[in-house]
């Protein structure tokens, strides 16, 4: 049968069992850190908070892809850095190479200037003599049809002499001309007190070949670089002849002028280096430089492997490959991703050719200065080509490391919404756990006086 409890019992019963409950919710509260642990918590915070964790969630995911993405240009920029130094010995081979004399240079002596009769007539050296020469015999003047060498005049104690060309009677105008390769060098002055000297310094200004007089009172023509050097000296009789007038090229006109001038007057026996004979080198090769052709090379293949192993997780930038670093969670138009476009990079896309002894189309001849000079260009502007890409991938790398940080960032920021609207406050929820412990000792209490009023009766008996 059911038992009866007084009223006050059943009231501080009624009581305690709400205490207890209350008390059993704060402290799931404290245990799970939560005070929305589920939809009847809270329906709204706890389905947004849902959405926030997991979009959350999502963005963490992407980390890792752009994490693999930051070490895979990183892996690739860490590789132009090794192929630009390798360049840098590239460029180094390359000036071990030109800092040993060349020699095959064209090089041409004339014959002597000046005598040793003319040295103890001066007391100046055979050097001296022949550099202070003047190239005029200004004892004789004639019309350009009738014009010929007239006779050199030797030196006196007074007078350095001259190599007796004859002016022309409407003026007179020297011009020089040197080619090696492509490269031509035309000038032309007055021929007034013009000397030998003159002819040296307008040489050593051409930038393509030099001049000197030796201690034998020669004239030395040299080119600079490996090419067969091409050298003319000529006069017109016109004051107002200009370098073309007197040109190399042009020696045919030179003649038909009747001058009479050649470089014979320079000391050179004719053909030798006359009108558009060449002044060529000796076919000698240069040890030092042949050695230095297999480090240049194996420095190139260097370049190659070292461009096929900038790679990271199976994606190569430096190889052609291409790298996609997806941002967002989103897909289709709404996604947003960084694609980074790899090169082919090798020594041949640089432009560093491979290196030989020979005039070969598409190598360079280390016996050639003009190839070793070319070949200098092509090692700046391949350092020119790294440094760009170096900085497209910086640029790309810049932004990965930016919206990996702002990843982490929003990431975090969104798991703080969603902690905000589900978070239990631990320091009010312990406080409310002791109110309750408390309500609930003074209902016991409570109870237990309720029970000892019931139990008045049995003194009746």
């Known amino acids: 049968m059911a038992v009866s409890l007084s009223s006050g019992v059943r009231n501080n019963l009624a009581s305690l069992q709400s205490t207890q409950s209350q ?6 509260r404290l245990a799970t850190g939560k005070r929305v642990n589920s939809a009847i918590d809270n329906p709204v915070n706890y389905f947004t908070a849902a959405s926030l964790n997991d979009r959350s969630s999502q963005l963490t995911g992407l980390l890792d892809g752009i994490s693999n993405g930051i070490q895979t240009i990183q892996a690739a920029s860490k590789g132009i850095d090794g192929i630009t130094k390798l360049v840098g010995s590239l460029q180094s081979t390359i000036k071990q190479a030109q800092a040993d004399a060349a020699q095959n240079r064209p090089t041409k002596a004339g014959t002597a200037l000046a005598t040793q009769a003319e040295v103890v007539a001066t007391s100046k050296s055979l050097k001296d003599i022949a550099l202070d020469k003047s190239l005029l015999d200004t004892d004789t003047i004639v019309a350009p049809a009738t014009a010929t060498n007239g006779t050199a ?4 104690a007074t007078n350095s002499g001259d190599r007796g060309i004859v002016a022309g009677a409407t003026g007179t105008r020297f011009a020089i001309s040197l080619k090696s390769g492509s490269t031509t060098y035309t000038a032309s002055f007055d021929s007034t007190n013009v000397t030998i000297r003159d002819v040296v310094n307008e040489i050593n200004k051409s930038g393509v070949g030099t001049a000197f007089v030796d201690e034998k009172g020669q004239l030395n023509v040299k080119g600079n670089g490996s090419e067969a050097l091409e050298f003319g000296f000529g006069k017109a009789d016109a004051a107002s002849a200009s370098a073309a007038d007197v040109a190399l090229a042009d020696a045919a006109a030179i003649t038909a002028a009747g001058t009479g001038t050649s470089n014979a007057v320079l000391g050179f026996v004719p053909g030798d280096a006359v009108a558009a ?3 060529k080198g000796q076919s000698v090769t240069s040890s030092v430089r042949s050695n230095l052709i297999d480090q240049f090379n194996d420095l190139r293949t260097k370049i190659d492997d070292l461009a096929k192993d900038s790679g990271f997780n199976g994606i190569n930038l430096l190889g052609g490959d291409r790298l996609s670093i997806t941002f967002n969670e989103k897909t289709g138009k709404n996604q947003t991703k960084l694609d980074v476009q790899g090169t082919q990079l090798n020594s041949d896309n640089l ?3 491979k290196a030989g002894n020979a005039q070969v189309a598409g190598s360079t001849n280390f016996q050639n200065d003009a190839d070793l000079d070319a070949a200098t260009k092509s090692l700046t502007g391949a350092l020119t080509s790294l440094k760009s890409l170096a900085s497209t991938f910086g640029a790309n790398l810049s932004v990965a490391e930016t919206r990996q940080d702002f990843t982490k960032d929003m ?7 969603a902690d ?10 312990a406080a409310s756990l002791l109110a309750l412990q408390t309500r609930q000792q003074l209902a016991q209490t409570a109870l237990s006086l309720a029970n000892q009023a019931d139990q008045g009766v049995l003194r009746l008996f």
């Open 411 to 417: 990431a975090s920021v969104l798991t703080t919404g």
């Open 420 to 429: 905000n609207l589900t978070n239990a406050d631990v320091n009010a929820e």
């Open 351 to 353: 432009g560093i050719v």
């Open 153 to 156: 005049d030797a030196a006196t």
């Open 277 to 279: 004979t060449a002044i």
């Open 23 to 28: 008390a059993l919710a704060i402290q799931n």
